[in-house]
């Protein structure tokens, strides 16, 4: 066995796989693995999946093991009229809160654990549980990145630090004397405070609000991301919200989708939400990037929509893994649903991609928003969504809303600051905000003088060689 490897490879995984469909013992594969045989069974464990498929050819359409007990009836949403018993549905499965799964005692609790080899498979009435080496890889890598990024606290945690912190320092005593001083309230070191108070994690108590925080200069060290939930992933992944779109096929009405369009790097951000239906932009100025900023925004949309509407538009959100979104407890409270797209794959979200390069015409790229307020947002909202589109058959996202959800819906998105502006009007470029205009003749004219000290230096390079 390979000593000193923490983590097992892909090509170490795909052995595992390649032995479990062929039936090898769990020895076997440890040794041509080079890893020892309880490796083997946590990895399988660890990563083993159900799949949903309706392969048993007597009827075996229910996997719940209280099935043939059962006596409820019209669990699913959409059994209207249903005169089944939920017990002989497969559906149940899906909608039932005490749905318990039947497994193979054979091979769920004894080796090898899965039924990737088993030969009665497609007469099996149970539920079938698999293992796959590109899923269990993909799956480790975002655990241990998840486990290395961002700070491990919670919410609650950090307002409760925020005000013991606060509290002390504004008596004039050192972040030291107030961890001696109510070292009981505290889960973490004091190491770690200092860390959290230096990357500005605390909403109210600051660095320079130490006693000779100005004398000394901080450290350089990389930025980390704070995520407020780590465990935020758990059923809310982009195969998940497939599957929903599978099962409920209304629910491509509800999808918006949303991200963060950045201007200077640690100034302010628009927290943006785009309507695939309608293809309408609505978006909030956040002075920070973190999941504080991005529930205030969605509770600001939240309040300019009725409680009715607000689910209709907005019932399904899709996002990126950026840590303004790890807070999905709190999105979830106004009555949507979050999900994130894969790692590294922003196509999954393609439209609100798309839709910032309209954005972007007028908000260019590199330049500062800090000097921006929510009326400038709302001015560049409402040109970009009053522009006439060929994917909407030359109608603009106002008219598309209005024509989808009706005038109440066009007048929710008016109070956010939102107004249709005519056709020959709509201005996609700087000039609509005049600092945005200013930022970039700014950056015109130092590439301008920039290229011009470069043609003398290599004027003078020349003259002083003779060339």
């Known amino acids: 066995m390979k000593k000193g490897r923490k983590h097992l490879s892909l090509s170490q995984r795909i052995i595992i796989e390649n032995g479990l469909r062929v039936g090898k013992k769990i020895r076997e594969i440890a040794r041509e693995a080079g890893v020892s045989r309880s490796t083997v069974v946590r990895e399988i464990k660890a990563y083993r999946y159900d799949k949903l498929e309706w392969s048993c050819r007597f009827g075996g359409q229910n996997w719940c093991a209280k099935r043939h007990t059962c006596g409820v009836f019209g669990v699913c949403a959409g059994g ?110 004091v190491r770690t405070l200092y860390n959290y108070l230096n990357d500005g994690r605390f909403a109210n108590a600051r660095r320079g609000d130490q006693p000779r925080a100005c004398m000394i200069r901080p450290r350089k060290k990389k930025a980390k991301e704070h995520k407020v939930d780590r465990d935020c992933l758990k059923g809310r992944l982009f195969e998940d919200f497939v599957g929903l779109l599978e099962s409920d096929p209304d629910a491509i009405g509800r999808v918006s989708e949303m991200d963060t369009l950045e201007g200077r790097r640690g100034g302010k951000v628009i927290a943006t939400f785009f309507n695939v239906q309608t ?59 979050v999900f994130y797209c894969d790692a590294g794959k922003p196509g999954q979200k393609g439209c609100i991609e798309r839709n910032h390069h309209e954005m972007r015409r007028i908000l260019v790229k590199g330049v500062s928003f800090d000097n921006l307020t929510q009326e400038d947002v709302n001015l560049v909202l409402s040109h970009v969504n009053s522009y006439h589109r060929l994917e909407l058959g030359g109608m603009s996202a106002f008219e598309m809303m209005r024509f989808c959800y009706g005038e109440e819906f066009v007048a929710s998105a008016r109070e956010l600051g939102l107004v249709e502006v005519p056709a020959e009007k709509v201005n996609l470029t700087p000039a609509l905000i005049p600092d945005i205009a200013e930022q970039v003749i700014a950056r015109a004219r130092k590439l301008v003088d920039e290229e011009e000290a470069a043609r003398r230096a290599v004027e003078e390079l020349r003259r002083k060689r003779g060339w």
């Open 80 to 189: 209207r009229g249903c005169s089944g018993k939920c017990g002989q549905c497969r559906l149940c499965n899906r909608y039932c809160a005490e749905f318990v799964p039947e497994r193979c005692r054979e091979h769920y609790h004894a080796a090898p654990y899965v039924c990737n080899s088993c030969a009665y498979v497609d007469r099996c009435a149970r539920m079938h549980t698999y293992y796959s080496a590109e899923r269990a890889d993909k799956l480790a890598r975002e655990a241990w990145g998840d486990a290395h990024a961002g700070a491990i606290v919670t919410r609650d945690e950090l307002r409760r630090y925020d005000a013991l912190i606060k509290g002390g320092l504004s008596k004039g005593q050192s972040l030291y004397a107030v961890y001696l001083a109510n070292r009981v309230l505290f889960n973490c070191d």
């Open 279 to 337: 293809m309408m932009m609505f978006g909030v100025l956040c002075d920070h990037k973190d999941a504080w900023s991005a529930n205030d925004a969605v509770a600001t949309v939240h309040a300019a929509f009725l409680d009715v509407q607000f689910p209709m538009v907005f019932g399904i959100l899709l996002g990126d893994r950026g840590s303004e979104f790890s807070d999905p407890t709190a999105i979830e409270a106004f009555g949507t649903k």
